[in-house]
């Protein structure tokens, strides 16, 4: 494959470097001052849909709302990677809760309890 075909996965490199800067400080919503930061961006070949992963740490509640002012600011997230990347049609962005982190923690408590043999009954 050209490097053309690849192209998508450069992009969407870019992407999440350039949404990583716009969540440092440069989105005013108060709803994003939780801690957050993006895991993964996937880009449909086509560049026409954007899917952006995010942990946030916080309640429930918390991450609703952060992910509410995600999509809130999208507009302005896409006009912004528009100019910096300098694309002709920005793609449409998806923000997705990533809890990959939390499932992969548990998942390692469970192979530890696992591992650790418990203590054989004692005998009268």
């Keep these: 494959m050209t490097l053309a ?3 998508h996965e450069r992009i969407a490199e ?3 470097h ?3 800067i716009m969540l440092a400080g ?5 709803r994003l001052e939780a801690s957050m930061f ?6 449909t070949p086509d560049m026409k849909a954007a899917h952006i992963f995010v942990d946030i740490q ?13 999509e809130k600011a999208g507009g302005f997230i896409r006009h912004e990677l528009c100019e910096r990347l ?32 418990a203590k054989p009954a004692e005998k009268k």
Excluded: M, N, Y
């Design 86 to 117: 300098q694309l002709r049609r920005s793609p449409e962005l998806r923000f997705h809760l990533d809890t990959s982190a939390k499932q992969a923690q548990r998942i390692e408590e469970l192979l530890q309890q696992v591992k650790t043999p």
């Design 18 to 20: 350039e949404v990583d």
């Design 5 to 7: 075909g690849h192209r």
């Design 26 to 30: 440069e989105l005013r919503d108060p």
């Design 14 to 16: 870019e992407i999440h």
């Design 38 to 43: 993006i895991t993964e961006v996937r880009l």
């Design 58 to 70: 916080g309640t429930p509640e918390e991450q609703s709302d952060a992910l509410a002012g995600l």
